[in-house]
């Protein structure tokens, strides 16, 4: 069993930062693949970025990419997502997840999930 907690989201301006924490409960954490998804109102919820289990590989959205940074503490069982130059195009639900598997912006797979936590960017 796992348990993911995010924290870090707010109500931002356009051009502002934050930063999400997802910490994980549980000591078989480390062996799956972490997810950040989000999810905008009337939108699906999508694909932000996913690191390996090793950690060796992270993927990002393109609509993310070059802005979004995610890393993990091992020693804290965290992964954290850095958003930089926020856009209101941002404003979602933001949750962290896990799978097994492979990285995957496949939502059926993931194992676990975080309640999620708001982020909103005003223009």
């Known amino acids: 069993q796992v348990q993911l907690v995010e924290s870090g989201g707010g109500l931002v301006q356009a051009g502002d930062s934050l930063r999400l924490s997802c910490a994980a409960s549980?000591?078989?954490?480390?062996?799956?693949?972490k997810i950040w998804f989000r999810q905008a109102p009337g939108k699906e919820r999508e694909f932000v970025a996913g690191?390996?289990?090793?950690?060796?590989?992270?993927h990002y959205a393109d609509s993310v990419k070059g802005r979004f940074t995610m890393s993990r503490d091992n020693d804290k069982n965290t992964v954290y997502l850095q958003m930089n130059s926020l856009k209101p195009e941002d404003t979602a639900t933001y949750y962290c997840?896990?799978?097994?598997?492979?990285?995957?912006?496949?939502?059926?797979?993931?194992?676990?999930w975080g309640k999620g936590v708001q982020v909103t960017v005003s223009s």
């Open positions: 690191m390996t289990w090793s950690g060796g590989t992270i």
């Open positions: 549980g000591r078989t954490y480390i062996r799956y693949a």
């Open positions: 997840a896990v799978t097994s598997g492979v990285v995957t912006s496949r939502r059926e797979l993931m194992e676990y």
